[in-house]
């Protein structure tokens, strides 16, 4: 599978043996950090309930964007997702791509980070990328609501 974005190799979640890249499903860009997940390819039956949940709301409403599904190459769409925090606050809105076809999601990394504003995405500091996979996990248990 390549990125929407720069069309590199997805780094499959097998590899390297993160059980949270597999749990969830997350193919990750090494050049951009974005990343995919697919309900279908999550391992954690939460997740996976999640993620489909999450795709009804594609399936309805949403723009048609310039970015072809890494998984079924269906233009994919975008909506915007806000999550509510345990305190009762919410996060930033950010833009979430999904494809209407099958249960994937595409999240840019600069669109994560504007959550975690600390993270900077250099070539040099790879783990960024576990970081974002730690704050995906998170952000999917907490509740959310799309525009
Ligand atoms: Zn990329
Ligand atoms: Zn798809």
Redesign the pocket.
């Known amino acids: 599978m390549r ?6 190799t ?1 780094i499959e979640p097998g590899s390297p043996q993160l059980s949270l890249y597999a749990d969830n499903g997350i193919h990750c ?6 990343m995919l997940l697919d309900a279908e390819a999550a391992q954690s039956s939460i997740a996976r309930e999640i993620l489909n949940q999450m795709h009804e709301a594609f399936t309805v409403e949403g723009n048609e964007v310039a970015l072809d599904c890494p998984t079924c190459e269906t233009k994919m769409r975008v909506r915007t997702i806000v999550f509510r925090k345990p305190d009762g606050s919410e996060t930033e809105p950010i833009e979430l791509d999904g494809c209407p076809s099958c249960s994937s999601f595409w999240f840019d990394a600069d669109e994560l980070q504007s959550l975690t504003p600390s993270l900077e995405v250099t070539e040099e500091v790879p783990e960024v990328a576990g970081a974002l996979a730690v704050l995906i996990q998170m952000l999917l248990l907490l509740p959310y609501r799309i525009f």
Request: with cysteine; aromatic share 0%; hydrophobic share 10%.
């Open positions: 990125c929407p974005r720069d069309q590199c997805l860009c090494e050049k951009c950090q974005g």
